[in-house]
């Protein structure tokens, strides 16, 4: 089973990720975890030309994807044979929503191009992470060069990532309320699936 999480800046994936291997450790379940782009020792090299200043953004989308398909083939795929569960801080609807939607290559498009480079690949779960982007920037201190775009390119983004989470598998979660109660709802929705696959 693949759980990804998904959203703008500052929404809080980072800690509803490990807050949700923390739940699954407590309860003997094998998981897997990574962000995107990163992963493997492979991918967090890529990450670190991903963020480059001034590249073109094919040039971003085939470096992403070139990070996905080590962590697929490499990682994912044998964690998948071995029953774990996996979970992704950042996955195909990152892309659709950057570098589709705010890079102007079309969702069309790069789903295409994922689908032709084996790096397309359905979470059974997409856990979409809410919040008006005027409070979530309030929670970051803007490092990269997403970060640092204005609260338009932010408010775009937020509607490109809701405008994506129509499939059966999203769940669009309100993140602008206390921690335990985004936590509670998260956790619910896994205990869910998990037990029904059992
Ligand atoms: P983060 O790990 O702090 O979320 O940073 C990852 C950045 O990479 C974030 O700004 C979104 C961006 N990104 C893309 O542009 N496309 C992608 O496919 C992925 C996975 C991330």
């Known amino acids: 089973m693949i759980i990804s999480f998904e959203g703008g800046e500052g929404t809080g994936k980072s800690t509803y990720t490990e807050l949700l ?8 379940l094998p998981r897997l975890s990574l962000r995107e782009p990163g992963g493997s020792a492979f991918s967090e090299k890529v990450r670190g030309l ?7 953004v094919m040039t971003e989308l085939l470096l992403v994807l070139s990070s996905r398909r080590e962590n697929i083939v490499k990682m994912i795929t044998p964690a998948l044979s071995e029953g774990r569960i996996v979970i992704i801080d950042r996955f195909i609807d990152s892309t659709l929503a950057y570098q589709g939607v705010m890079g102007g290559l079309g969702v069309e498009k790069v789903r295409a191009i994922m689908e032709m480079t084996g790096t397309w690949l ?14 979530a920037l309030e929670r ?53 699936m998990t037990l029904k696959r059992r």
């Open 122 to 135: 359905e979470p059974d779960l997409t856990i979409v992470l809410d919040i008006d982007p005027s409070v």
């Open 50 to 56: 991903f963020f480059h200043e001034d590249i073109d």
């Open 140 to 192: 970051i201190v803007p490092g990269d060069k997403f970060e640092l775009r204005d609260l338009a390119y932010h408010g775009r983004l937020r509607q490109a990532f809701l405008d994506l989470a129509t499939g059966a598998r999203h769940r669009v979660i309100d993140a602008d309320r206390p921690r335990d109660l985004v936590s509670r709802d998260i956790l619910s929705i896994v205990d869910e």
């Open 21 to 28: 291997c923390a739940h699954l450790d407590k309860y003997g």
